[in-house]
């Protein structure tokens, strides 16, 4: 592959995905780890993390946007600022998801986390996820399942004079301020816990994560990202998702899954992708630093079952929600879109209430 601004991202951007897999790794973070400590011990300790990345990115945005470092706009990859708010997308999408990373035992992230730390029971789960990822992006199944209905629920807020979902276009106060208040809130929140304050692991995932979503938005959205897209524009073959983006994984996971279609066209490798091969192998330098490289396998065919379903829910509501517990409960609370933070909610929900139901399955059949 030639050397241009094309490769130069992707490596980039691999980097990236090689620290954050390292950090996730080295510091447990996990989301449906979060709420499953919520549910079951009322320890916040980790969703405190998860809202601390999701507050450093949101930073790192506005002061990108503010000073001109970069540029967001609405036409980002997903579309995270979009004036059609779809809400029920939203919703529905985040609900399944929730339901299927509790099922699959961690979310996209964490699946690629756990590959590079030996789980084959993960790889089982990204081929899924990935299969149905694609079918919702690359082929009619989700305009002949989903299609009408979130049509009918989509809300144009175009028409009512706004210029995006944005909670300061909302308001009416600005990103500027209305992210710096969501922002300090969230850290004041986070830190008013002295547990919290005691747990380096913690902070370290929150900052880094946050970190390295800021980063993805830099790259793609400054001047390197403007060189970037002309490039894109120009090719005699445009390469795939040349767009402003940070880190996302069940959509990217629907592109690996079409390039492993046709592994020669190197135009499909894009910044998605090589994220995810970033965490994989990010997770396999700290396992083996850390000797806690173990293959793991499942148990029964009722834990391939479960697996299996979740990997399915996944890879649907990932992308019905345009985004998973990284690609919209940070990447995309980063931008401020309203509906960021109605997926973050309802993956929340989805998991704690799937959390609940299997508890409630396991004292009755005990």
């Known amino acids: 592959m030639e050397f241009t601004i094309h490769t130069q991202v992707l490596l980039i951007v691999f980097g990236l995905g090689v620290v954050l897999g390292a950090v996730v790794n080295k510091t447990n973070f996990c989301t449906m780890g979060a709420v499953s400590d919520i549910v ?129 276009d909302l308001t009416g106060i600005g990103n500027t301020a209305a992210g710096l208040i969501v922002a300090f809130a969230i850290v004041i929140f986070v830190y008013i816990s002295k547990e919290f304050r005691s747990n380096r692991d913690h902070q370290l995932a929150g900052i880094l994560i946050g970190l390295v979503v800021i980063a993805g938005w830099y790259v793609t959205g400054s001047a390197m990202g403007a060189e970037w897209k002309e490039f894109a524009d120009f090719a005699d073959t445009k390469p795939l998702r040349v767009e402003t983006q940070s880190f996302t994984f069940i959509g990217p996971m629907g592109d690996l899954a079409r390039y492993a279609m046709n592994p020669w066209d190197l135009s499909l490798i894009n910044f998605g992708i090589v994220a995810l091969l970033g965490v994989i192998v990010g997770s396999f330098i700290w396992a083996v630093v850390s000797k806690g490289f173990r293959v793991e396998w499942f148990v029964s065919g009722g834990d391939f079952a479960n697996h299996a379903i979740g990997a399915v829910l ?36 989805g998991a704690a209430a799937t959390m609940k139901y299997q508890y409630w399955r396991m004292m009755n059949e005990s």
Not at 316 to 330: D, P, W, Y
Not at 338 to 344: D, E, H, P, R, Y
């Open 40 to 168: 079951n011990m009322g320890d916040t300790g980790r969703l405190r993390a998860w809202l601390l990345a999701g507050a450093v990115a949101l930073l790192g945005v506005v002061i990108l946007e503010a000073s001109g470092k970069a540029t967001l706009g609405n036409m980002t990859f997903p579309p995270y600022r979009t004036t059609n708010f779809a809400w029920l997308r939203y919703l529905l999408g985040g609900l399944l998801f929730g339901i299927g990373m509790t099922l699959a035992s961690g979310c996209g992230n964490k699946t690629l986390v756990r590959i590079g730390g030996g789980n084959l029971k993960s790889i089982v789960v990204l081929i899924i996820a990935a299969g149905c990822a694609y079918a919702m992006l690359w082929t009619d199944f989700y305009n002949t399942v989903f299609g009408k209905l979130v049509g009918a629920t989509t809300v144009n807020l175009a028409a009512s004079g706004f210029k995006s979902q944005t909670l300061g």
């Open 314 to 349: 996944m890879g649907i509501g990932g992308v019905l929600s345009m985004g998973c517990t990284v690609g919209q409960a940070i990447t995309g609370v980063s931008t401020l879109a309203l509906g960021s933070l109605i997926t973050f909610v309802a993956i929340v929900a």
